[in-house]
């Protein structure tokens, strides 16, 4: 069955660094965008970063560019979340996800959208000395 | 960016009752919105795409609709495995609505 797995979570300090992985089974990987969406402890969604199908694309909320980056390896069907330069508001339970299309567009008025319809089951990262 | 901001944050509501969320966006998004229910340590659950696309294996009381900035999710007739938090989305989340028994 069409399946998400996430792993990688786990306790680190302000300033480490952590790579969440989420292996992807029951669908044709390389067809579709993906996804890491969070949630802090009691709080809402935040949508965190995307991937398009080819891996020629990628987006992050404004509140992690340039500390954590995406990537796929389709050899064995895995999205990877490098984090870097943690802080405590990163901590939260990430959640990678399935597009329901080949990518995702936010910006520049090139919006692009059908939605993500297969999540995992999260895991948890903790930022905290 | 765009925000995306959901009104109510909180809806008690019974059993049978009709509930509309509205969702509006910082700017026109066209019908490049989602709707989602999570339930309390769950992944969410994709219900709407393309604003009003029902999702295959939603259940038909769930409904939406807008474009542009306005948005809404309707429930016709509200059942016990309803009651869940709402998030709309483009890009950034709506900040939920909790849906709870009144």
């Known amino acids: 069955q069409v399946q998400l797995v996430e792993s990688g979570g786990g306790v680190v300090q302000p300033g480490g660094s952590l790579r969440l992985s989420c292996a992807a089974s029951g669908f044709s990987f390389r067809l579709y965008g993906m996804d890491w969406v969070r949630q802090a402890p009691g709080k809402g969604l935040e949508w965190v970063a995307v991937i398009s199908y080819d891996g020629t694309t990628t987006d992050y909320a404004d509140s992690v560019k340039g500390r954590f980056t995406i990537s796929t390896d389709t050899s064995n069907n895995t999205v990877y979340l490098q984090m870097n330069s943690l802080r405590a508001e990163d901590t939260a339970v990430y959640y990678c996800a399935k597009d329901r299309r080949g990518s995702s567009s936010f910006r520049n008025n090139r919006y692009y959208y059908y939605g993500m319809d297969v999540w995992g089951q999260g895991t948890t990262v903790t930022v905290s000395s | 960016d765009i925000q995306m901001t959901q009104s109510p944050s909180t809806l008690s509501a019974s059993v049978g009752d009709r509930v509309t969320i509205t969702c509006r966006a910082s700017q026109s998004i066209s019908s490049w919105l989602a709707w989602y229910q999570q339930k309390p340590g769950k992944a969410p659950k994709l219900l709407i795409y393309?604003?009003?696309s029902l999702e295959s294996g939603v259940p038909s009381r769930f409904s939406g609709s807008g474009s542009g900035t306005e948005f809404t999710l309707t429930i016709s007739s509200l059942q016990p495995d309803d009651f869940a938090t709402y998030y709309c989305?483009?890009?950034?989340f709506g900040q939920g609505t909790k849906v709870e028994i009144k």
């Open positions: 393309r604003a009003s």
């Open positions: 989305h483009f890009g950034t």
